[in-house]
Structures are given as structure tokens and as C-alpha cells.
DNA sequence: ACCTTAAGTGAGTGATTACTCACTTTTATA
DNA sequence: TATAAAAGTGAGTAATCACTCACTTAAGGT
């Protein structure tokens, strides 16, 4: 196990589930079910108690408040959506051209937050919902986005653009139109349209190639 | 004024701001006002009816219910949002060549929007925050896009794949790029970083060949 | 076995909620 | 100017809200 492994285990794990309480789990299993179906403000404490099997009371022993709860819940998956800009090797690889070009980095930082948002369905809807609303979430968001994803991503993107792969335009915007498109479609895939009969890999293929070619150097 | 456009101005007044009483649109204002800032569901018909200067009775003397309220702001929007696709001219321009490809339609089309958007930011947070809850909303939404959007934006699609601009992907997967790709921009734009130094028209410029690019015919 | 601490309970609390209704005021029409 | 309808009001209501607290039960260390 390599070191960033390490450290993405750690990240992973913030919340450590190996010391819940079993009521604790249900808690939390039944308060993610229901923000992500009804919205934070629509779902009261009564209510989770109730799905959870557990007196309302007990919530409030290991939550201060309601929102306590949601943070508990909203906060570690921004860090965790973001875990792959805390790897070391995310931009050391681009640099020993471990990756031949933009188009592998795609793929895998694709491929890797794909089947993230497959199985965090639930808790990527909460998190896009509430972050409009809640300003401690929006502040965990800017400080890892500050921190950690944008640097790392400039330095990939200057990389290269020197080696002429990407088209001459702002770095930011170079960032933005990947960012965009890559959530873009999970958010189509996974919460807009999860029904539609998807064909996974070859939509990614194509998602990829479209990001690749509209950033491509105009001859 | 072409038929079009009577069209086009009779969706805009749907909720005909005329036949309002002065109460009814201060009302409507500090709804739309409250409903974006903190969400539907955590403003209470107390606060809208003080910060409107109404008594609370006043509110539903116009609305039935809360939820009401929403929907008389809300899902008008949706609609306009989707206005340009209700002018017979958006398809039929194309066929009579007289935009020359994709990127004059991108073009309009983004323009378009862009204008919309600045000048309705809280009504569009509204609609995404609260898309996510409100079937009703869902409705419109998916009744407007199936029935309008996507079969005029599929025949323009097909068009300029048959004349060889684009790539051949399945339609769906083009237009769910450039729609993505669009709507990405307009919600990072004024949503996510309203406050960034954006320079609009090279940002929009860069959107639209980033799109064409993305999707042009590979050799 | 004894004690301390943590986990769990559920009836109770004051505040707030969406909404009603009997009433007053304004507006429109004839 | 008389009359009916529409607009506006605000005190009142039952329900629900997040949260508390005195209490019981379970767990772990010595």
C-alpha cells in the first residue's frame, strides 16, 4: 500500500464508521435516505427517528443539533468527492509522463469519480442540494477547491498546454469546461436521467473525446 | 412583429404581470426574493407576508396554498427558459441555410440565454433547488423537454451531422454535451462564482468553440 | 460485586407552522 | 350614489417542530 493510498484510506474513513453505535448507523442510514429524498428542512427529527427505529432522543444524544446531523453527514463527502486531487502521484504521474497526455488523466479521473458517484448516489443529491443553503458546507467547499483542486489541476493544465496538447485559452476556463462537462454528466447520468438505458463506457469514451477535442491546439 | 415573436411574448406573459394587484406583486417579489435565499421549504408564509408589508390572510387570498406560491413562480420559468425552442424559426432558419452551421445557432442561442439567465438569477435558483422535491415541477420539466426541446434540437442536430459537422454520435449524446456543456457555463457563471472577474464575451466565444471543436467531424 | 460512564428512552415544552374566518376596506359597475 | 364583488386584514387554531430532561438500561474497568 502506497503512501497517497494511505492517505486516501484516512480520508475515507474521517468519519470512521467502526465506532458507531449500531442505533448510531441507523441513524445515520435512515437521515441520508430521507435529506436526499424530501430535502434537509422537509425531513424532521420525528420522522428519522421513526425509520430509524430508535426514540427521538437518541438522535439528539449524538447530535447537538438537527443540522449537527447534516454536516455529520455533507461535510467529509466534499472531501471525499475531491479525494483524488489529495493522491500525490495525481500530478506527479503527469509530469514522469506516466500519462501520455490529457486524454489518460481524463479517463482515469473519470473512470474513478463514475463509480464514486454510482455508489454515493443518495449523498451527492444532499450535497448539491443543501450546499446552496448551508455556509459551512460552502466553505468546506472553497477551501478544498482553493487548496487542493485547483492548484493541482493548473499545474496539469500548464503542463500541457506546453507540450502544445492544449489549445492556448485561460487556464481557469480550461479547468472550468472539463469540471463542468465531467459533472455535468454524472449529474445527468446518475440524478437527472438515471433511467435512461445508458451505454456506460462507450458515453464515457465519448465524453472524454469530446472534452479532448474541444480543448485540442487549432492547427 | 412575426408570429414567432407573438408566440414567444404570449409565453412571457403567462402569469400576466397586469392583471396583478400592487400587494399581489409585492408578494410575489419577496417570495421569489426568500424562496432563493434560504429555499422553499425554510421560509414560512410569516416572513414572506412582513418583508411583502401584507398581512399573511393577503397571501392566501391569492394563493390556496404555500406550494401554490411556488408553482406560480416556478414553473412559468421553466418554460421560458425553454422559449427559443418554441419559435418555429429556431428549426426552420437552419433548413433554409441561413444560419451557416452549428456554431451561429450555439451562438444565438447562448447569447440568448446568457440574457435570460442574468436578468432571472433568483427565479432559475429556485427552479434547480427545487426541481429536485416538486413533481409537479418534474412534470413540466420532462412534459416541455420531450415535447419541445429535444425533437427541435434533434432535427438540428441530424441536419448538421448529415452535412458532416459533427461527429457522428448518437444525437442524444450530442445534445446532451451541448446542453450540459451550456448550462454548465450559465450556473457557474451566476450561480457558483458570480463574483468572478468573467470576461462574458471571450467566455462565451471560448464555450461555443469548445463545443464545435468537441463535436466536429475527426479526420 | 461495585461503580462510573455512556447509550437509550419518551413524555413534555415553548415556539413556530400553514392556514381559516369573520370582518373591514377598496374598487368597479350600473 | 347604491350595491355587489373583490381585496385586504389579523387574531385564532390545531398540528408539528427541534430540542430537553429525568430516568432506565447496558457496558467496561477494578
Chains 1, 2 share one sequence.
Request: glycine share 4%; aromatic share 12%.
Amino acid at each position: 500500500m502506497s503512501e497517497d493510498d494511505i492517505i486516501q484510506e484516512m480520508l475515507l474513513n474521517e468519519d470512521n464508521d467502526d465506532q458507531l453505535t449500531p442505533k448510531q448507523r441507523k441513524i445515520l442510514q435512515a437521515a441520508v435516505e430521507m435529506f436526499a429524498e424530501k430535502g434537509y428542512a422537509s425531513t424532521s427529527t420525528s420522522e428519522i427517528a421513526k425509520r430509524a427505529g430508535v426514540a427521538e432522543g437518541t438522535i439528539f444524544r449524538h447530535y447537538k443539533t438537527k443540522k449537527d446531523l447534516l454536516y455529520s453527514i455533507a461535510v467529509p463527502m466534499i472531501t471525499k468527492f475531491a479525494a483524488p486531487f489529495f493522491a500525490q502521484h495525481f500530478v506527479k504521474h503527469v509530469f514522469n509522463d506516466q500519462y501520455s497526455g490529457y486524454d489518460e488523466l481524463l479517463r482515469k479521473l473519470i473512470h474513478n469519480r463514475f463509480e464514486f458517484a454510482k455508489e454515493n448516489i443518495p449523498l451527492l443529491k444532499i450535497v448539491l442540494q443543501e450546499m446552496a443553503f448551508q455556509h459551512e458546507m460552502q466553505e468546506k467547499y472553497k477551501e478544498i477547491f482553493s487548496e487542493n483542486v485547483l492548484p493541482r489541476f493548473r499545474e496539469v493544465v500548464d503542463h500541457f498546454k506546453e507540450k502544445g496538447q492544449i489549445e492556448d485559452y485561460p487556464t481557469e476556463t480550461v479547468i472550468r469546461l472539463t469540471i463542468t462537462t465531467i459533472v455535468g454528466f454524472l449529474v445527468t447520468r446518475f440524478i437527472i436521467m438515471p433511467d435512461y438505458p445508458w451505454d456506460d463506457e462507450q458515453e464515457i469514451e465519448r465524453t472524454i473525446s469530446f472534452i479532448l477535442h474541444g480543448l485540442e491546439t487549432q492547427s
